[in-house]
């Protein structure tokens, strides 16, 4: 299992006319969490996409159980509970900062080779890095 | 069941660098397919609002089976498959115009109280205006 | 000059916890606005990247009077002053369905050769088809 | 004169199908910068919403020079150039890491008091707060 934890700052623009940040904004968060997950394991996102591997969301699942609202620090942890095949699956957890489960989500996504458009294993790198992390 | 079916067009800015809709601007979509969905049923979510009943978002599901691109004409139905009780549960289906499914999604959404805060009931005249479509 | 009107519904997620349409997502509807403007010329914006030429903003203003709400219906008139040349500029009013003014705004977007990415002149087409409303 | 530098990364969801940061976006890169701008004066704006007073932008110009792309680190600086009055002006500069000059901003905001909805003079704390920055 590898995780990481980032703060993410509510902005005026992400709240609706509720107060509340906007339902759909959260899918936001979630990709800067697996960005800077992917990052602190060496292994930038940007990078995959300039190696022509693309990595589109295939499934989104978010539970909302309490609002956060603008100017809130937030705090972001994201985990890989598995090591990826040809799609790689992200668990999450928001929480504010006092420690209150705000939002739980899981997003699922799947490596396309660019020059293709076709499905593709994880690149052979990032198993790699991630293999200490699932050792038995 | 009631469904309803609207037409949307997919604008620049809600594109990535990867030429497709951000995964996360769906959820606006979906937002205007029930607002639309429940505005044909006599019941604007607006009036919802200034009659002092919130409406969170308490779940959300999205499957992405194949891209929207830009200035896309898509076609978003959206169906509401049983009576709302202190929740009420939307299901969608998003295709091209030539008819591909694109996006399947489910939301949640709880009925709030605003001067309480606590969650409630549908209001009568909802469930008044949706019970024809129920009827045994 | 040219000129075109369109309608807008504001949704959910594009107002901020003041109640307002958030000030940065009037640009979005200043792009549909452009965009229809092009369409009804019979000049769709995605045939120009499609052929190569890029639109990229140069300078946008807006001056916000008053403010847009959540499911208002507003008009946006569209209108260019001028002929293009390197540049093209749009300005735009936008109104309440009741005629009052909410915006204005202008902007101004470069043809940029996708190829080269250097500036270009506008597409001839393009001036074709906008020329019998600046005849003299 | 007072100013404020943050960085900023650029998200996925804030590109748009050209590759560049989405036009639109900078609205709210721009409100980040003042709000900080602010927030390091000693004087959050959350906290000027929570005594009453409303801070909606009224006019914004905008001149980009260069594209900003996926994953950059951003450099913001946020300058207050005068003392406010009934309004308060802002001008940006967004640079890339390696000091390229991006974009210019300036937006002017209003106070408004909330229970009138008209408008006011700035807060006397904020005015000596910021003070010392335009002593002669």
Redesign the interface.
């Known amino acids: 299992m590898y995780d990481h934890e980032i703060t993410l ?1 509510v ?3 992400e ?6 940040v ?7 968060y979630l ?2 969490g697996r ?1 800077e997950a992917l990052r602190a394991l060496g292994f ?3 990078r995959l ?1 300039d190696e022509g591997v ?1 990595l ?9 159980h309490a ?1 956060a ?3 809130d620090e937030l705090v972001l942890r994201t985990t890989i509970t598995a090591l990826p095949t040809a799609r790689i699956q992200f668990s999450y957890a928001l929480r504010s900062s006092s420690g209150a489960l705000l939002t739980e989500a899981t997003t699922t996504l799947v490596f396309v080779d660019r020059s293709t458009g076709r499905p593709m294993r994880a690149p052979q790198e990032l198993l790699n890095a991630l293999g200490p992390f699932f050792s038995p």
Chains 1, 2, 3, 4 share one sequence.
């Open positions: 700052r902005r005026y623009g709240t609706d006319r509720m107060g509340y906007y339902y759909g904004n959260y899918a936001e990709e800067v960005v930038p996102y940007k996409e693309l589109p969301v295939h499934e989104l699942w978010l539970r909302y609002p609202y603008y100017d």
